[in-house]
Structure formats: C-alpha cells, structure tokens
C-alpha cells in the first residue's frame, strides 16, 4: 500500500476553503464527504452540496497520485488538532482512509470516489467579466443581508446580479426592506442577469478576501462560476422572475435628515433591548431638529432615545422593525447616513451622502 506524505497545513487550508460547502443534512451520505485528488503534484480538493460546488487547489513538493473521499468534519477537525508544521501521511485501501503523524493513527471510512457527485459544466458562457476581489466582496456584502430566508417566493432566497454594458447591479430584498447597490467596471459588460442562491452568496463573501488580485465570473446558463486564486466556485442559479426593484425604490422625498452612523447605531442597539422580541417595532418621531426613539414591550417596559438632528419641517411618526435598521447600519461603513421620508404610511430610503450607487428601503409598521 503506498502511503503519500505531505505537509498538514499543505492539506488544511483547501479543506478549510471548501467545508462551507458541505451538506450538513446528510440527504446523501457521500455529500458529507470531501473529494480528494493528486495528480502530477497538484492537490484538489472538492466539496458539494449538489446546488453549490467549491474546489481549493495547492501545488504540493511532489505526490503519488490519489483519488479519496472522507469525512470532510473528521478530516478537517484531526488536521485542526495536529500540530503545525508536521507531516501527514495518507494511505488509501478500498473503504478505508488512513491518516497517520507521528505517533497518531486514524482509520475513518471512505466511500466510494466515482460515487462523488461533481456539478457538470455546461457549455461556454454567456458572459464573463473580471473584477478584483475586494470589488466584489463588497458588492455582495452591501445588500446579502436584505435576502429573504426560506420565503415561499423562492426567487427572494437571493441576490440578483444585473449586468449591462455601463454597469453591474446586484439587489436583495426579503419583501420588508430592499438594498440596491451598483458598480461601474472599466471594461463594458455583457448584458444578462442571474439570482445567486443565498448560501451561495455567503460562501463567496466567506471565501473573497480583502484584495486586489482578480476574480473571473462566468455566467453560464443555470449556473455560475467564479475563479481566484487557487479557488474555483460553482453555483446553480435560481430560475424566477426577481421583482422590479425600480418601482420600490422612492423618488422625489422632500424630507431628509443626516445622523451619525455610529450614535444611531449604538441609540438603537439600546432601543432594541426593551423592543417586543416577536416583532422588534421601534418608532421614530422627528420633530424640530430633535429625533426620538421609542420602544416597548408586553411587559410595559418602555426605552427613550434623542438624538439632535436639523430638521424643521411637518412632524413624522413613523414605526419600523428594529432590525432592519440595524442590518443596514451594521453593513455600511460611512461616517454619516441620510434617511429621507414621504409620509407615516411610506417606505424609509436610507442613503451615504455622496454616495450615489447605495440605496436602502424599508417599509413601515403599525406601532
């Protein structure tokens, strides 16, 4: 039985780079498991819950080939436990996965590796761009939080990506509240637009890091794929029709006031405390220059906030649930935020001065 040895951090960064990935539920016992592969000193390895698919790649000093699936959480949490800087050694025998350092041994199971259900490429895309990373990290983190959660509208549990030749959109909203967010590329952009499922979101926002370095999209039909670094993405696509989010978003609001992000955030946060725990409903009452903020519960406990604001119109009184507004001031990053009314009964636009590519709208609640 030939045994391949390898550095433990050599194998531990691509199992940590994919394990989002994995099934948790178990449908299948095999999407449990990661997909390992070498082949001419190249290490892969893969994970797939059957909707999303993540392969991490690292060049390896030099390997015998393998082909294995194992436990992706036995594999991950003994290479977690092992010391760093040390040797593994793997030997691979019909059902049986060993893994051995130093005086440790661990025999875990190994299904079958033709059994590993990979996502098949369709054909060539229907469109392809580049951005850095950084770019479309922050993309997706300003508006993932607005995605609805297993809503029966199925083609809300995501984020449209919109591209047109000038600009890339990508929007999210759960039927309550709606963020917008748009992107002007150097490069022209092909015109198409998909609806990434919402772990697959959050799996690229884990997986993206703070860098330069280039990230390649490729859209394809049903499916998207993205590439950087050593990391190669697979999606399958929501097919549905995302609302119109052009009719949501006001237009034309008279009334404005600017606060500071981290006083509001921090008043709310406080209001939130003693807010009823079902529906987290807060009112805002704006009067001249002079925001309060009021929440209570069943148990007749009740939270005050003022906050000076210039502001000297019509007085307002407005309900909202808590937690929509602190999602928003949570995800941005401005020192100051503009929020701009019509009346008690219509929804809040929340905008960054000087910012015209962010919009955030949340509809009111009977307080």
Do not use: C
């Not at 989002?20 to 592969?37: K, M, Y």
């Not at 393998?66 to 030997?91: D, F, H, N, W, Y």
């Not at 890339?168 to 637009?193: C, K």
């Amino acid at each position: 039985m030939q045994t391949i040895f390898l550095s433990r951090n050599d194998l531990l960064a691509p199992v940590q780079a994919v394990s989002g990935a994995v099934e948790r539920r178990n449908t299948l016992p095999i999407l449990g498991n990661l997909l390992l592969e070498i082949q001419n000193g190249d290490l892969s390895v893969t994970a797939t819950d059957l909707e999303i698919q993540v392969t991490a790649r690292a060049k390896l000093a030099s390997a015998e080939p393998l082909t294995a699936t194992v436990s992706a959480r036995k594999l991950q949490e003994i290479l977690r436990s092992l010391p760093e800087e040390t040797t593994v050694g793997i030997e691979v025998a019909e059902s049986k996965f060993t893994l051995k350092s130093g005086r440790s041994r661990f025999n875990l199971q190994a299904l079958p590796a033709k059994d590993f259900p990979k996502l098949s490429q369709t054909e060539a895309p229907v469109a392809e761009f580049k951005l850095q990373q950084r770019q479309l990290k922050e993309i997706l983190q300003a508006v993932q939080y607005s995605m609805a959660h297993q809503d029966i509208r199925y083609y809300l549990n995501g984020l449209l990506v919109s591209l047109t030749q000038e600009k890339l959109v990508a929007v999210a909203t759960d039927g309550h509240r709606l963020a917008y967010t748009d992107f002007s590329p150097r490069e022209p952009l092909p015109t198409t637009e998909v609806i990434l499922p919402r772990k697959a979101v959050s799996e690229i926002v884990r997986l993206l890091s703070d860098s330069d370095t280039e990230v390649v999209v490729s859209i394809r039909t049903g499916q998207v794929g993205i590439r950087f670094g050593e990391i190669e993405f697979a999606t399958k696509v929501i097919d549905g029709k995302f609302p119109d989010y052009n009719k949501v978003i006001p237009t034309g609001y008279q009334k404005t006031i600017s606060l500071d992000r981290g006083e509001l955030l921090h008043a709310l946060q406080r209001a939130a405390i003693l807010s009823n725990e079902k529906f987290r409903g807060i009112r805002w009452i704006v009067t001249d220059n002079t925001l309060r903020i009021l929440s209570a519960n069943a148990e007749q406990e009740e939270a005050q906030e003022e906050l000076p604001v210039e502001y000297n119109q019509a007085p307002l009184d407005i309900g909202f649930n808590v937690g929509y507004l602190l999602d928003v001031l949570l995800n941005t990053k401005s020192k100051t935020v503009d929020f701009s009314f019509g009346d008690s009964n219509s929804s809040m636009l929340v905008t960054i001065p000087g910012d015209t590519s962010f919009k955030y709208v949340v509809m009111p609640m009977r307080i």
